[in-house]
């Protein structure tokens, strides 16, 4: 829709997608300060529109990526490539893949409907609220679609400012701790990955001819990083490809947050405004789980085929563990949030068992993911701003004073457990078939998250919503009103057609996910031996299309 | 590739009439925030089901007529719903003989109750009530039952055998204000799924084996082509098996599948040991136990096996553990069901019981006796509810039988149609259930393969005899001898309107003669009218299920069939003499045996066995040892806030000078140390 536009004003769409908070906020600023020059003020309630006008954009120009997108191609596509600081190898360098993509997309169909479901749950300092809100989305857009380490660093640590501000500024009572412990907590991790960035780029230098280069895959004839050869024998330890494997995975395992690193993640929940708890259970999250499919894996893949079965037994440890604390909290933010640990080791089981079926899966979980567990929070968020409290024992019987919230919450239920014709369902049901040719005693134990999962939610739903209402306060809760409607059928949507129509999400997938294998391969490790299946056969079948189906015989 | 002769693009009718019937009736709900008037309720939803039998027989009558040369089936590809590499899972519908009998039994049985429905929820008295939401959620059921018995693949299948969970679990906890009913129905859900997470391994199982024998595939159809490559397949035991010095066994995967998938259809119909869920759902409106907890649902799991009997075929251990959980269930629940007072909660027990007949008949390969007994149970079990449900009605939702009796005048035309689908679940010939239950017996007898089948035959004889006995038990207690009830309700009760009678009336004409008509035994039909293959229910399902030929005398057949009714005419009599004759021995016989009575009473504890071994445990664990202990202090306490205390230490004790509080300085230090770190890196030291 903005395609034609942006080639007259000769913009590419990956800059605009990741620079159009920043030029919104520019106009919007600039805009602010001429009313205020003749007197005028700008409104709390004007602030608002504008924020959600720009980020309606975004949602615009992440379709016009959708269909612009090629999925028959394996590789980088819409690439952009600007030197920033040449001497050093640092470059503006951003690309899409079949893997990227649908985060982008989640990225971008969040941010508008995160922005209206907290229209009125953010009261003061709207203009401080749209302004982070922006420059996070600038953040996780531009760390989802670098190809330059360094600039992936840069973004990476852009998101933490804003999500630190909004936990500080908008959240609840213990704020303070969450958010240091948030900050802290990411930034140990995220500091180890630079040394690694750098050892990388050093190696890189060493490798090709003194070019110091961060460029993560070769532009224009150049070697990125991804062409260093990693040894997991080399004579300096730092540069033994299992040290910077670690480096990465910590960082990235925090994020996720993979059991046992996840202790951050329910303070930041319950702590965090319902609009700081969606980004980040939506999108923030993902970035751990992209940052292992886009680095580690294809970087360090002798380091990750010896490091997965350690890595496998810490996901399913965080789906069994994370399902069963979820079940005895008595906070339902907090109950979410520990679901979140659980889905997200789902995630990453489907990425470490290296089949192409759990690979899929887990980029399609992470979507889910992130649609399904917005939707809950944003859906707390509304209960909360109607009683200021998260208590599950102080609620009841909300189903008879708010049955159009109760359908829409029950929808979003069943498609965090899992039910099929909703999204939950295929990507989880993906990620297991592709566990069990790989190990199966994994899959065993991470389908056993289908019994907990319903466990502790139904049993949440139905201290909450059923039963007789019992508490006065209860007794007056008002249904959602019309912008709280259009939230969650915005959200309900999206469940339902990755549910039923799966395939406009997997069709551009394939080729990506087959490629990162391939790269896996091609620097030496046996996949095959690893997964029982045989990849090559694999990939050709995957291009050929569809197997003809034969009935009958 | 499918032939011409076997695309039928009609079967998606099937399923999305009532779908569409769910759709705009509970999107309409939802944002208008007002019931449409009930007529239109009404019309949308039992129009519903209607068209979808409409359409349903007519393909059935396609498909009874037709010719085909490589097997009688119809398919509809809508089209790939799942596709990730060289798993392919296909929207499409399969119907044959099989799916035919049951797309029959349910839409069939299924608008009876839409009807009946109209009359039962017409007084709804509750707070919550919802005369639409309640026909949304009906037909959301009957679209997700329709998935589920026209599914050509495992995938479509468990579409629909999740969607009738929750639809159970809607529906359960219908009536959503009082706790309990909401707790009943996340019981079920959630010993569903116990079941679900079996049924998912053993799709995952066969697809692998499949795509390692080199036809990725979980369609029926394609499976049943292709099984014979896996008979020899066994499933590696994990070294730690022999480390811990246990025997190492061989495990054949079609039969570690087989139970996997056994393992579903006990979650979903209800068998031993996650049965429990089931005498629980009667908290739903009784027209729901009638449809969903009788007669279509939790007959699913029997569905499946039958589906899947190319499966069971090559796994004999697989079939005699169904035989033995199946015989086993029919037994326990019967007993159980002789001391209960609420009559819904007999029904339950009963259907458990007769469910546990289903999959003995499946254990024993004769699938085509299970699924003559699904049909003539849904007919029968659906009229006891109903009937039940009116009775109830009648009474003002009374449903203990110690404050009923009597009603036979009262009530005359639901007596008579409760009569008759007693008569028919006892076996009294020649109404169906006598004909079905017969050819479970007379396959139970003749089958050599399964281990101990003699036994399980004179259990199930035996247990012939139970249901009798509690099932007149019933009878006599709700219709016959002096009422107990106070005198005020009594003199109110009268019998229900036509919109509730009607469904009744025509249930009973099925129970009375869908049974001669489906599965008159060849034996009978060779000697009575001369025509060797007059069970055309058998004969009709024969090309899709493998039937064993039952060659046997009529002499043998006469027998074993006198022999049933004998046995239940003994326990009728008993259960006349006690509650009709000589009701005044009752109390002295239930002193006399207390401890089993108690026992009994109490269902032999099992729930509370469940509750006081498995979740109270895992609460406490996960409460008091993973999240207080584990996360808050290991990993949260000593881990994280830990190195944060150790780290502030140092940094008060020495670091701190070093903090000017000026940030020039720290930007300073940090790119001099960046600078410094690269250029190290750079220069190679």
């Known amino acids: 829709m903005l395609s034609q536009p942006l080639e007259w004003l000769g913009i590419d769409l990956l800059s605009a997608i990741v620079f159009y908070p920043l030029a919104g906020l520019g106009v919007l600023l600039t805009l602010e300060m001429l009313s205020r020059l003749f007197g005028g003020r700008v409104s709390a309630g004007l602030w608002r529109v504008a924020g959600f006008i720009v980020s309606m954009i975004g949602l615009v120009l992440s379709v016009d990526l959708w269909q612009t997108f090629d999925p028959s191609k394996s590789g980088m596509q819409l690439v952009e490539h600007m030197p920033w600081l040449p001497d050093f190898g640092i470059n503006y360098y951003v690309g899409v893949d079949g893997i ?27 203009k401080q609220y749209v302004f982070f809100m922006l420059l996070l989305q600038c953040g996780m857009m531009g760390a989802f679609l670098s190809l330059n380490m360094f600039l992936f660093y840069v973004f990476w640590e852009v998101m933490l400012i804003p999500m630190y501000f909004l936990i500080g500024i908008w959240g609840g009572p213990r704020r303070i701790y969450a958010t240091m412990k948030f900050f802290i907590y990411t930034m140990v991790g995220s500091l180890l990955m630079l040394v690694a960035i750098l050892i990388l780029a050093f190696l890189h230098y060493q490798e090709f001819g003194g070019v110091l280069n961060f460029d993560y895959i070769g532009w224009n004839g150049a070697k990125g990083i991804l062409d260093t050869v990693l040894h997991t024998d080399g004579s300096i330890w730092w540069q033994n490809q299992r040290w910077l494997f670690l480096a990465f995975a910590l960082a990235f395992a925090i994020k996720v947050p993979l059991f046992p690193f996840h202790t951050w993640l329910p303070d930041a929940h319950v702590e965090a405004p319902t609009a700081g708890s969606a980004i980040l259970a939506g999108v923030l999250l993902k970035l751990g789980t992209y940052g292992f499919l886009r680095y580690a894996l294809p970087l360090f893949p002798q380091a990750t085929l010896e490091a997965a079965p350690w890595l496998i037994g810490l996901c399913l440890i965080g789906i069994v563990y994370g399902a069963l604390v979820a079940m005895v909290q008595t906070d339902i933010k907090k109950l979410v949030a520990y679901s979140s640990v659980s889905h997200l080791g789902l995630v990453m089981l489907g990425i470490f068992v290296l089949t192409i079926q759990g690979l899929e899966g887990a980029v399609l979980q992470m979507v889910n993911h992130g649609i399904s567990t917005g939707a809950l929070f944003i859906l707390v968020g509304m209960i909360y701003e109607r009683r200021h409290t998260r208590e599950i024992s102080s609620f009841g019987g909300i189903a008879q ?69 019992t508490s006065e306060a209860n007794q007056k809760l008002q249904d959602l009103n019309t912008r709280e409607k259009l939230v969650a059928v915005a959200l309900v949507l999206p469940m339902f057609w990755i549910g039923v129509y799966p395939s406009s999400f997997l069709s551009p997938m394939h080729n990506s996910v087959s490629g990162l294998l391939l790269t896996m391969e091609r620097k030496g490790v046996d996949i095959a031996a690893y997964t029982g299946v045989r990849i090559h056969t694999r990939v050709e079948a995957a291009t050929e299309g569809e197997a003809p189906r034969s009935s009958g015989e | 590739m499918v032939n011409d002769g076997h695309a039928n693009d009609y079967l998606r009718l099937i399923p999305l009439f009532p779908l569409l019937g769910a759709l705009i009736s509970g999107i309409w709900l939802m944002f208008a925030r007002k019931e449409w008037p009930r007529s239109i309720v009404i019309l949308v939803a039992c129009s519903a089901p209607i068209a979808s039998f409409v359409v349903a027989f007519s393909q059935f009558l396609e498909l009874a007529t037709a010719k085909f ?67 949304v959620y009906l037909n959301l059921f009957t679209f997700s039952m329709l998935m589920l018995v026209l599914g050509d693949n495992l995938l479509v299948l468990f579409v629909g055998w999740e969607g009738v969970g929750l639809c159970s679990y809607l529906l359960i906890g219908f009536w959503y204000l009082e ?253 169906s259930g006598f004909f079905s239950k017969d050819e479970i017996l007379l396959g139970a007898f003749l089958n050599h393969d399964v281990p101990g089948a003699k036994f399980l035959w004179g259990l199930a004889l035996f247990t012939a005899g139970l249901t009798s006995f509690y099932m007149l038990r019933l009878y006599f207690r709700i219709f016959t001898g002096p009422t107990r009830a106070s005198a005020d309700v009594f003199s109110h009760v009268k019998e ?63 027998g074993l069939a006198g022999l049933a009714v004998f046995v239940a005419l003994v326990a009728a009599g008993l259960a006349a003499v006690l509650y009709f004759y000589r009701t005044e021995l009752v109390p002295g016989l239930t002193k006399k045996l207390r401890h089993v009575h108690t026992v009994l009473l109490n269902k032999y504890y099992v729930d509370e066995f469940y509750h006081a071994v498995i979740i109270k445990p895992l609460i406490r ?65």
């Open chain 2, 496 to 558: 229900q309107p036509a919109v509730v009678v009607g469904p009744l009336v025509v249930l009973a004409l099925l129970s009375v003669f869908a049974g001669g008509v489906m599965g008159f035994p060849d034996a009978y039909g060779q000697w009575l009218m001369s025509m060797p293959d007059s069970n055309s229910l058998r004969h009709f399902l024969s090309e899709t299920v493998s039937t064993s030929e039952h060659h046997i005398s009529l002499g043998q057949e006469l």
């Open chain 2, 179 to 431: 706790d309990h009913n909401a707790m009943c129905g996340q019981k079920a859900f959630v010993v569903n799924r116990i079941g679900d997470f079996a049924f998912l391994i053993g799709i995952f199982i066969l697809f692998w084996a499949f795509y390692q024998a080199g036809h990725p595939t979980i369609d029926f159809l394609e499976m049943k082509a292709h099984i014979g490559e896996l008979t020899e397949l066994t499933v590696p035991v994990p070294p730690w098996f022999a480390t811990i010095g246990l025997a190492v066994p061989t495990w054949k995967l079609l039969t570690v599948a087989g139970l996997c998938f056994f393992v579903g259809a006990c979650g979903k119909s209800a068998q031993l040991p996650l049965y429990v869920w089931l005498p629980d759902a009667m908290a739903g409106p009784t027209p729901v136990s009638a449809l969903i907890h009788a007669a279509t649902m939790v007959t699913a799991g029997v569905y499946m096996v039958c589906r899947m009997s190319f499966l069971y075929d090559h796994a004999p251990g697989a079939l005699s553990t169904i035989a033995w959980v199946g015989g086993l269930t029919a037994f326990f629940a019967a007993t159980i069901a002789i001391t209960q007072k609420d009559i819904k909660k007999v029904l339950a027990y009963s259907t458990v019981s007769q469910l546990g007949y289903m999959f003995l008949a499946a254990g024993m390969a004769s699938y085509s006796a299970a699924i003559f007994h699904l049909a003539t149970h849904a007919f029968f079990k659906a009229l006891l509810f109903l009937a039940a449900g009116s009775v109830i009605l009648g009474m003002h939702h009374e449903q203990d039988m110690d404050k009923m009796g009597g009603l036979r005048r009262k009530m005359p035309m639901t007596h008579i149609v409760f009569l008759i689908g007693v008569l028919a679940i006892i076996g009294a010939p020649p109404l």
């Open chain 1, 100 to 126: 990227t993509l649908f985060l982008i997309v989640l990225t971008a169909f969040l941010l508008p409907v995160i922005l209206l479901a907290s229209w009125t749950d953010i009261a003061s300092r709207v």
């Open chain 1, 401 to 469: 004073v708010m049955p159009v919230f109760t359908v829409f919450f029950l929808i979003t239920t069943f498609s965090s457990i899992g039910l099929p014709v909703l999204n939950g369902f295929v990507g989880e049901y993906l990620i297991l078939l592709g566990t069990f040719t790989t190990n199966k005693p994994a899959a065993v134990i991470a389908t056993s998250g289908v019994i907990l999962s319903a466990v502790y939610m139904l049993w949440m739903v139905r201290r909450v919503f059923f039963g007789a209402v």
């Open chain 2, 69 to 135: 040369p490589d097997g009688r089936f119809f398919i509809d590809n809508v089209y790939t719903w799942i596709g990730s590499h060289s798993f392919q899972a296909e929207m499409s519908f399969l119907f044959d003989p099989l799916s035919a009998v049951m797309v029959m039994v349910v839409t069939g049985v299924g608008s009876l109750i839409h009807i009946y429905s109209i009359g039962y929820m017409d007084d709804d008295h509750r707070d919550d009530k919802g005369f639409q939401r309640f026909f």
């Open chain 2, 621 to 685: 664990m996960s409460d008091a040892l993973l999240f207080r202990v584990v996360d808050q202090r290991i990993i949260d306490g000593a881990g994280v806030n830990g190195i944060a205390k150790l780290v502030r230490g140092i940094a008060d004790n020495g670091i701190k000078f070093a903090q000017t509080g000026l940030a020039q300085t720290y930007v300073f230090v940090m790119l001099i140390g960046g600078v410094a770190f690269l250029a190290y890196l750079v220069g190679g030291i």
